[in-house]
């Protein structure tokens, strides 16, 4: 299985995004899956996960703002990402939630500027 993330890239404080993750089998209908991010210096943390039936659950920091969904046929997940933040700032990345059964993607870079 290869996950690939897309969508990151530069935006204001304030903005949005909408990240995609795209994997090579049919994952996601059989895992729960999750966004994670890593910013430089800190260790990886669970930004948002979705259940194979649609229930979400969100870390602290992205509760009210992202919103995360999937699209089981087409093998993507999504991430909108609203009011973003400096602290946003890092590489995201999914896998199944809450082991990460996959090796992990290349990510992708969210930068938020003040």
């Known amino acids: 299985v290869q996950l690939v993330e897309s969508g990151g890239g530069l935006v204001q404080a304030g903005g949005s995004l909408r990240l995609s993750c795209a994997a090579s089998?049919?994952?996601?209908?059989?895992?729960?899956m999750g966004w994670y991010r890593q910013a430089p210096g800190k260790q990886r943390e669970l930004v948002a996960a979705?259940?194979?039936?649609?229930?979400?659950n969100y870390g602290g920091s992205a509760k009210g703002r992202f919103t995360i969904s999937r699209d089981n046929a087409k093998n993507t997940v999504y991430l909108q990402m609203n009011s973003l933040k400096t602290e946003d700032t890092a590489v995201y990345y999914c896998?199944?939630?809450?082991?990460?059964?996959?090796?992990w993607g290349q990510g992708t870079q969210v930068t938020v500027s003040s």
């Open positions: 089998g049919s994952i996601f209908s059989i895992n729960s």
């Open positions: 896998n199944a939630y809450p082991v990460y059964k996959y090796p």
């Open positions: 979705i259940s194979t039936g649609g229930s979400t």
